[in-house]
């Protein structure tokens, strides 16, 4: 497997996000399984679907871990997947600075957001891709789902839009806990991106949330109807 592409035969992925998103919707029974039997023989799809806990490329460029918070060496292994993709960050993307400590930050704030907020913490994944100048991650699990999330708060009982939801969940000191020092953790991606070209995408429901461009912010969002997904996912792209 080249370090620039997720390669199935002659065919290949070249961003992350919506490879993995098409493996969450078939795990989710939203799409059918033979979606995938063209790229049973990747080693990354292979020890996905077989519900390994983690995987990671010969060259460290691309991995998943999944969440398993109740395993006594969860903490152990989870920090050093986060080393290993800050690693890649650095070395393999070239990210200059903080960035790649940044965005393990990022990946580790999303990481909680699934322990408190999925009601479904078996199904988490972490995942992220290193290539030459660019840096990607996916965080997503199939569990409750924002609006659901919102909800369990009467401050946001009333609430039927999942789009509504992704704007306020994104949105910095937003959560459905009644305390002023929850809702920040969105607040990593949007300060390691800051000055990046970076591309991002969260789904939740029938809605996506995109932004994309120099300094992304929810200011330049645009927010669209799509397939039903299960849960919470957050995809990350960024490029010095």
Known sequence: MQPETIQAGTLEATTLGPFVE????????????????WLGSMDFVRTWRQGQSEWLS?????GFIRTQFE????????????????????????????LPGQMAAAIQELEANIQEHSGAVPTGVLV???TSNVFEFVVADRGVGLLSSLRSSPRYSGLIDHGISLELALTDGISRHNDSGRGHGFRPIFQGLSDLNGYLRFRSGDHALVMDGTTPDLATAQIAQKPT????????RCEP
């Open 71 to 98: 395993s006594d060496d969860w903490h152990t292994r989870s920090t050093q997947f986060l080393l290993r993709a800050q690693q890649a960050a650095r070395t393999i993307s070239k990210l200059p600075g903080n």
């Open 58 to 62: 010969p060259s460290s460029h691309l």
């Open 229 to 236: 997904i299960d849960g919470f996912f957050a995809s990350v």
């Open 22 to 37: 098409l493996l969450f919707l078939v795990a989710g029974n939203r799409l059918p399984t033979l979606a995938l039997d």
């Open 128 to 130: 992220y891709r290193a």
